[in-house]
């Protein structure tokens, strides 16, 4: 048994220093996609307003609009972020335009792959009626998280669960991507929020 541990220590020692790491930059980036949490807050006097929940793209119920910071995680990035949203939703039709931090168009989670020559954060349709016309739909990992989010006045709270992300990042340490999204090439992406 002590080989075995031996071996297998060996192993994992060389596969990390062969890698140059990324494959532990890969797991903890698929970390930070399980959840995005933070506190939001409107950076100018005027005040913005939000109620809105949306389970797996198929019921956006809500009104939210929202252009200013954010303070938490949220797409890999941590700290003091841009934020912002634009949603609405009756609940088996809606829209949505969201996003924290910089927006990397070549990211799944932010862009489909035919709009990775987008410089801003595109629109996205959801809800169930709009899912079945194939009406401009969400990228693939947003059609499994849940949103919610509250935002009266200038502050609020905001969180995502992603369970396919969980899933993926289980698999990650067996070196399956299923999301495709361990490989993101990091070119200096969009200010845009």
């Not at 062969?18 to 506190?39: F, H």
């Not at 303070?71 to 924290?100: F, M, N, P």
């Not at 990992?141 to 899933?167: A, N």
Request: net charge neutral; charged share 20%; glycine share 10%.
């Amino acid at each position: 048994m002590k080989r075995v541990i031996k071996l297998f220590s060996i192993l994992l020692i060389t596969s990390l220093t062969i890698t140059g790491c990324t494959y532990l930059r890969a797991r903890g980036n698929d970390a930070l996609d399980i959840i995005d949490v933070g506190i939001t807050i409107t950076d100018k006097w005027s005040p913005d307003f939000g109620i809105y929940a949306d389970f797996f793209s198929l019921t956006p119920t809500g009104f939210t609009h929202i252009d200013g910071k954010m303070i938490g995680i949220g797409t890999r990035q941590a700290g003091l972020l841009d934020y912002k949203d634009d949603s609405w939703g009756v609940l088996v039709w809606g829209s949505e335009r969201r996003g924290s931090g910089k927006f990397n168009p070549l990211d799944p989670h932010q862009a489909r792959r035919d709009q990775q020559n987008a410089e801003t954060r595109p629109r996205f349709n959801n809800g169930v009626i709009r899912m079945i016309l194939k009406n401009n739909a969400s990228p693939l990992p947003r059609f499994f998280e849940c949103d919610h989010g509250i935002h009266l006045g200038w502050i609020g709270v905001y969180k995502i669960c992603r369970p396919l992300d969980l899933i993926d990042f289980i698999l990650g340490w067996t070196t399956l991507d299923i999301l495709g999204d361990d490989h993101i090439t990091t070119t200096e992406p969009s200010s845009n929020p």
